[in-house]
T-cell receptor, first 109, second 114 residues
Framework: QKEVEQNSGPLSVPEGAIASLNCTYS??????FFWYRQYSGKSPELIMF????GDKEDGRFTAQLNKASQYVSLLIRDSQPSDSATYLC?????????FGKGTSLLVTP | NAGVTQTPKFQVLKTGQSMTLQCAQD?????MYWYRQDPGMGLRLIYY???????DKGEVPNGYNVSRLNKREFSLRLESAAPSQTSVYFC?????????????FGSGTRLTVV
């Protein structure tokens, strides 16, 4: 079974702080990794994807990938209350995405 | 607006009833997927279609059937609904190239089987 693991949280950070979300995966064949944001009662929205080792930045978001450690992370700088949501990590299985169960993030004013 | 359209948004079924969840995308994507999302279980793949004319089982296919009617449409059928199929169902489509990498999800169908 190809696993994508995330801490369910909730992760609570104050407004303006950096939120750090982590994910590990079991399938060494996975090449690409994705972060989705899901608000309660809504569908997941793609934040960003990464497929090369290292960092990838997009606005306030930075994805980090370490294939040797099978580890993916998402940093959210200057966290806002509107960032409060569940963050889903996903790994490409070759034909579909395997999703983790998500980490709940709460940004407090 | 371009995207993935799912119908219905809500449905209540009695055990043993059948129904079809509809999904259509207007982004000319080749691949389409059906997932279910349950509390504490995350998103689990039911069936997928890599291209028009092909369908394959995912992680949890039992109790479901699918039809890739054409490139735009991918339907999910429950032949005899069971309470264990109470869930939120998401359809998604994808095209694996360039900036369109990754899924676009529909808004979901909340299904309750009583």
């Amino acid at each position: 079974q190809k696993e994508v693991e995330q801490n369910s949280g909730p992760l609570s950070v104050p407004e303006g702080a950096i939120a750090s979300l982590n994910c590990t995966y079991s399938d060494r064949g996975s090449q690409s990794f994705f972060w989705y944001r899901q608000y309660s009662g809504k569908s997941p929205e793609l934040i960003m994807f990464i497929y090369s080792n290292g960092d990838k930045e997009d606005g306030r978001f930075t994805a980090q990938l370490n294939k040797a450690s099978q580890y993916v992370s998402l940093l959210i700088r200057d966290s806002q209350p509107s960032d409060s949501a569940t963050y889903l990590c996903a790994a490409d299985s070759g034909y579909a995405l395997n999703f983790g169960k998500g980490t709940s993030l709460l940004v407090t004013p | 607006n371009a995207g993935v359209t799912q119908t219905p948004k809500f449905q209540v079924l009695k055990t043993g009833q059948s129904m079809t969840l509809q999904c259509a995308q207007d982004m000319n994507h080749n691949s389409m997927y059906w997932y279910r999302q349950d509390p504490g279980m995350g998103l689990r793949l039911i069936y997928y279609s890599a291209s028009e004319g092909t369908t394959d089982k995912g992680e949890v296919p039992n109790g479901y059937n699918v039809s890739r009617l054409n490139k735009r449409e991918f339907s999910l059928r429950l032949e005899s609904a069971a309470p264990s199929q109470t869930s939120v169902y998401f359809c998604a489509s994808s095209e694996w190239r360039g900036s369109n990498y990754g899924y676009t999800f529909g808004s979901g169908t909340r299904l309750t089987v009583v």
